[in-house]
């Protein structure tokens, strides 16, 4: 009877560690408070510039004279709706992951405008690749909705937290 009771106190035991140590779960933290896994979604792309690197953080674009839904291009027109943000540099010609989806701190801002958390994010119409951030009141401006929101405040250029909602 011993030996069945610890085997089965046992048994219970790794279930109940299973239960709350599950990283399948999305934007799930750990028995500490320690981010675990977080909601993101990636497609693949394809450097389609002719002579340029892209960089990781960059919102691209759909390359309209290559008609095949795979390459990318960089663009400074704030009224064209981003494909994806880069998560890593593609040279001319290579192949990578995109994201569409989800948490970033890699997102590339442009310091043209004011930036402060929970604004609206869309391309820069000043620095190619680059992000603003918009007031919501004047989002409706920009002629699609925004990619994502701001979750930094920033006074100067570079990467910055963001939620992006892409799809």
Known sequence: MKKILMILLFVLSISAYAVINDP????????????????VMFISVLNSEATATLTAGQLVVA?????????????????VRPMCMLIQDLAVGAKGR???????????FDAS???SAGEKIFVSGANA???VY??????????YPSVG??????????????????L
């Open 24 to 39: 399948g779960q999305s934007n799930s933290v750990d028995n500490t408070g320690t981010i675990v896994k977080q909601d």
């Open 63 to 79: 390359d309209l004279t290559d008609d095949n839904g795979f390459g990318v291009v960089s663009s400074s027109v704030s009224t």
């Open 98 to 108: 995109c994201q569409v989806y989800g948490y970033t701190d890699i997102l590339l």
């Open 113 to 115: 405008t004011t930036a």
């Open 129 to 131: 690749g680059y992000s």
């Open 134 to 143: 918009v007031a919501p009141a004047t989002a409706g401006a920009y002629g």
């Open 149 to 166: 929101d701001a979750l930094d405040a920033s006074a100067a250029s570079g990467a910055v937290e963001a939620y992006l909602r892409l």
